[in-house]
């Protein structure tokens, strides 16, 4: 929709990436009672992979993800300079072009608003290029922007997708490659093969800052494909990116009560504190988010929803405070590694952000990946909240 606008609306969602996106293709398919407008710049999705095991996501919420899969794998790899292995467990990955086609089907074309919101606010907003929206709820979900209250480490990324002569031989995914060169922080390669020609190549840190030099991470990512023996003759995409780990923050300074505005997605916080992945967080949210959208109080049930999964993520930051304090940066790999030896329903469930009690005492018993007094350390200074 172009130029000038004055209207109004049952739900206007604020940013199009992946949180947004699927909140409006629950509301539509779900609720189609309801006029829904989405506002993002563009395009839709952005230029992203997202992937998910197929543990992430509850069977009764799969209806949501389901079409949008390009990318389907049933086992996936990890290598460490000490141990490799194969895990059978599902994995999928999803575009940013899939979910944008998905949402213009489920949204009539006047309902997409290619534009920036200036200012939002928990009934209207207002639009870069002129015009007010107002709604009975906005949604906000403009992604993470920045998080100065929060304590955190990065995880921060260059992927490729690399045309390779002849082939290059990846059966399935490799989720962690650490047997590269540990470089600022804990650097891993991921791979996805889309098909017998085209890979995705990926160079990922743990690292304590989140800068990133795009340029180095190219020319890595160049010397990881010639050490493999494969010729590139093209790429065909490319995304970065530098997701928060985090270590320590209040709920309450990230999303003040006092804010009345909904959220939704990583602007929640709604998003593994250890991995930075949002997916699963994004599809649950999205799920229930039909049944709540005609309560006057929508606002309160998402902030509460907000709470609750923070709240439950206090395990696994405190796991990032012993990764960032406890180990040295050339070591870190040493936790993942030890972490991949474990059970494979017991990495389901982490990744899912669902630990049971006794994968939280099976994850801290035994010798530590890292030395006891720093990880004394680390604690002794932990924010439980």
């Known amino acids: 929709m172009a130029g000038q606008i004055d209207d109004r609306c049952d739900i206007a969602i604020v940013g199009g990436g992946l949180a947004g996106g699927l909140a409006a293709l629950a509301l539509a398919a779900r609720r189609p009672d309801l006029d829904v407008r989405l506002v993002e710049p563009g395009p839709v999705g952005g230029n992203h992979i997202w992937s998910f095991f197929d543990s992430d996501i509850a069977k009764a919420d799969r209806w949501l993800v389901a079409p949008l899969v390009r ?41 997409i608003i290619a534009d920036r919101a200036k200012h939002v606010a928990p009934d209207h907003l207002l639009l870069a290029r002129g015009g007010r929206l107002s709604a009975k709820h906005v949604i906000d979900a ?32 490799v989720v962690m490659d650490a047997s590269v060169e540990q470089l600022d922080g804990y650097r891993f390669v991921y791979l996805l093969p889309f098909d017998a020609e ?3 190549v990926e160079d990922t840190y743990y690292s304590n800052d989140a800068e990133l030099d795009e340029a180095l991470v ?8 010639a050490a493999q023996g494969w010729t590139v003759t093209a790429t065909t995409r490319e995304e970065s990116g530098v ?3 985090v270590i320590a923050g209040d709920f309450d300074r990230l999303w003040p009560a006092s804010d009345r505005t909904a959220r939704i997605g990583v602007r929640a916080g709604m998003f593994h504190a250890t991995t ?16 709540l959208a005609g309560r006057a109080d929508l606002p309160e049930q998402l ?47 982490f990744y899912a952000g669902r630990s049971s009690a006794a994968d939280r005492l099976r994850l801290l018993a035994g010798k530590p990946p890292v030395p006891v007094g720093r990880a004394l350390a680390a604690l002794a200074g932990f924010d439980w909240r």
């Not at 059978?88 to 089907?105: D, F, P, Q």
């Not at 403009?142 to 209250?149: E, I, L, S, Y």
């Not at 190219?218 to 494909?225: T, V």
């Not at 949002?278 to 599809?283: D, E, G, H, R, T």
């Open 218 to 225: 190219r020319d890595r990512l160049a010397a990881y494909a």
């Open 198 to 200: 085209t890979l995705f």
């Open 142 to 173: 403009r992604g993470a922007g920045k998080f100065p209250t929060l304590d955190c480490g990065w995880q921060k990324f260059v992927g490729q997708a690399l045309t390779i002569a002849g082939g290059h031989g990846v059966e399935h995914p």
């Open 71 to 111: 990318h389907h794998w049933p086992r996936y790899d990890v290598r460490f300079p000490a141990h490799d292995r194969t895990l059978r467990m599902g994995y999928k990955s999803i575009t940013g072009e899939a979910l944008a086609e998905a949402v213009a089907a489920a949204l009539p074309e006047a309902r």
């Open 276 to 291: 930075g992945y949002s997916l699963p967080y994004a599809v649950r949210t999205a799920a229930a988010l039909p049944a």
């Open 243 to 245: 997701l928060p780990v």
């Open 303 to 349: 902030r509460a929803r907000a709470a609750a999964s923070w709240r439950r993520q206090r395990f696994y930051r405190m796991l990032d405070a012993m990764l960032f304090r406890a180990a040295d940066p050339d070591a870190r790999y040493r936790i993942f590694e030890r972490f991949y030896r474990l059970s494979p329903r017991l990495i389901a469930r």
